[in-house]
């Protein structure tokens, strides 16, 4: 499976936190990731990722292609609502429109983030080979 992360400035280390402790069964798939996310998720987890652009720069319009040609399966974008500018807030919803568009599982908060993960696991997300 393919699994898309990005993370605003504010959830970078509970992102790294993140894919620590769930390593084990992200290893298993391929992972992409903005390029400063991917980097600081490589530091602390030592899994290795395709790392796109910074977001700034495009690396989330890169994921939302990836996601419009329907090559993503999850997407774990931990944003922090309170540092949202206009300018990014488009982009943002053109990813969580494109998920809903193709039925991509997509987490934007820890716990589903974390039941997403156990659910891939459990593999619960095979149905996703169907919709490709």
Request: net charge negative; hydrophobic share 40%.
């Amino acid at each position: 499976m393919n699994i898309g992360f990005i993370a605003h400035n504010a959830k970078k280390r509970l992102m790294q936190n993140f894919c620590v402790a769930y390593r084990g069964i992200l290893s298993k798939h391929q992972l992409y990731a903005t390029e400063t996310t991917g980097r600081l998720i490589e530091d602390a987890s030592n899994l290795s990722l395709h790392k796109y652009l910074s977001g700034l720069l495009g690396g989330e319009q890169q994921i939302a292609a990836q996601i419009e040609s329907n090559d993503m399966d999850l997407v774990i974008f931990l944003r922090d609502p309170d540092s949202i500018d206009s300018g990014e807030e488009s982009v943002h919803q053109s990813i969580v429109r494109l998920c809903d568009i193709h039925n991509i599982p997509l987490a934007t908060n820890l716990a589903t983030a974390e039941l997403l993960v156990k659910s891939l696991d459990r593999g619960d997300m095979e149905w996703r080979e169907i919709f490709k």
